[in-house]
């Protein structure tokens, strides 16, 4: 089966299974396996594109189980130089709304033991993370977000958590004073690994809840995060197909495209 060449690929989080229309179904294998299921590639506007959902088709991979590194690698295979990643979050403080979008700027880590580097010697590479988001993609991802009426914050950092579990309330109350503005469970090491491609990534969080400790008594209960999302499913797409055609694929200025330039022990 003869394949086009990628040029963006997309990410879909928590209630986003498809994407593309009249796509062809590609099956990859990676060096770290495979990825979380049949990757669809289809076109918009001008751009090829690859979908996957990174929890799978069937959301039956938790967010520790996603095979970040396998995700990551196909989509490099295919040719993809742009990753686009919108992803379910909840708000750590009151002013960012229940269907607000917030642009990441920044991650928190606070996994542990996912495999989060390709690099584990004896090629040894330390890649910066300073920013791991690219300003370009953020920037279109902003102006889209704008021209479609869609609240918006054109920044926010998001702490990452182990899950599945959600937060205690004394951990969701450190998290929020800390000034972090979104909780997420699969950014990291998705934004990472991109960096160590040398490829573009943006994470577009879709505010379905606030975290246990903000504002309110309720707890987070996954199916008010699942209702949330699909209500707000069509913005999701309207943003993504507003943004790719909008998205050079070309080497910018932007730095992504060389961020393992300079890594290298």
């Not at 199916?223 to 943004?243: I, Q, S, T």
């Not at 080497?251 to 330039?261: I, K, Q, S």
Request: net charge negative; with cysteine.
């Amino acid at each position: 089966m003869n394949i086009p060449s990628v040029d963006i690929g997309v990410f879909g989080g928590s209630g986003f299974y498809d994407l593309l229309d009249d796509a062809q179904s590609v099956t990859i294998e990676t060096p770290y396996g495979a990825p979380s299921g049949i990757i669809m590639v289809g076109t918009i506007g001008e751009h090829t594109v690859a979908f996957l959902p990174r929890h799978g088709a069937a959301h039956d991979l938790p967010p520790h189980k996603i095979p970040y590194r396998a995700n990551l690698w196909a989509m490099k295979q295919l040719g993809a130089t742009r990753i686009i990643a919108p992803c379910a979050c909840g708000s750590l403080q009151p002013d960012v709304g229940l269907g607000d979008f917030v642009i990441l700027d920044q991650f928190v880590d606070r996994t542990n033991g996912r495999p989060d580097t390709f690099y584990n010697g004896p090629d040894v590479h330390h890649v910066s993370s300073a920013d791991p988001y690219c300003p370009d993609l953020r920037a279109i991802a902003a102006q889209s977000c704008t021209k479609l009426g869609i609240p918006h914050h054109e920044s926010g950092t998001v702490v990452v958590i182990q899950g599945p579990r959600f937060s205690t309330r004394a951990e969701s109350r450190w998290f929020a004073a800390q000034g972090w503005e979104v909780i997420n469970m699969t950014q990291y090491p998705e934004a990472y690994l991109a960096r160590e491609l040398d490829m573009c990534y943006s994470g577009i969080a879709l505010i379905t809840d606030f975290d246990a400790g903000v504002e309110h008594d309720e707890a987070v209960v996954n199916a008010d995060v699942a209702r949330v999302f699909a209500e707000n499913l069509d913005k999701v797409k309207a943003l993504l197909l507003d943004m790719i055609p909008n998205t050079a694929t070309h080497a910018v200025d932007c730095g992504c495209n060389e961020a393992t330039l300079y890594s290298k022990m």
